[in-house]
């Protein structure tokens, strides 16, 4: 990695600790620059625009969170071991956030109403991540884990909506049974959509 590059990443980084605060929202280049001991200009030369550093600071979270999340569970065997991985490995990442909470989850709530490049980023990241999961669900039905007739959308939302309220137990009340009680919800979502013993 050349030194521009390495600035780049260090900037990103920065405005990551900063936005998992503030939200991306709240992110100003003035102060970041300012924490990082470089001028505005500076920032400006790698990322040309308030907006520009918005959303390549998005496209960061997503790929840490696919390293941190869907990699390691490719890893397991295709189906449900797979999904538990993915299920865990989100609330495990969720755990274990730097500073604040995650700056996806609330640029869905800065930007929902907000039609431009960082909204449709945000909501093309969040379908990704849904997606994704729904995938992992239809594998799991492929290889027999689940009965046919769940309906991975579903099964999928449901997920993503475990996920949701134990970041807020988390970030907001900060009470960590939130992760068990989302555990203990998904454990109840798979005994039902898991096929009848012969």
Known sequence: MNKGAQTRKAILNTAHQMASQVGLEGLSLGTLAERM?????????HFGSR???VLALIDEVREEFGRRVFVPA???PRGLPRLEAIFDGWLSHIANMRGGG???VAGASEFDDRPGPVRDRIRRTASELRRTLA???????EEGHLRTDTDPEQLAFEMHGLFLIAHQDWRLQEDASGFTRARMSFNRLIAMASPLPH
Do not use: M, T
């Open 37 to 45: 001991g470089l001028s505005k200009s500076g920032v400006f030369a």
């Open 51 to 53: 907006e520009e550093l």
């Open 74 to 76: 490719i890893n397991k």
């Open 102 to 104: 995650c700056v996806i």
């Open 135 to 141: 995938r992992a669900v239809r594998q799991s039905i």
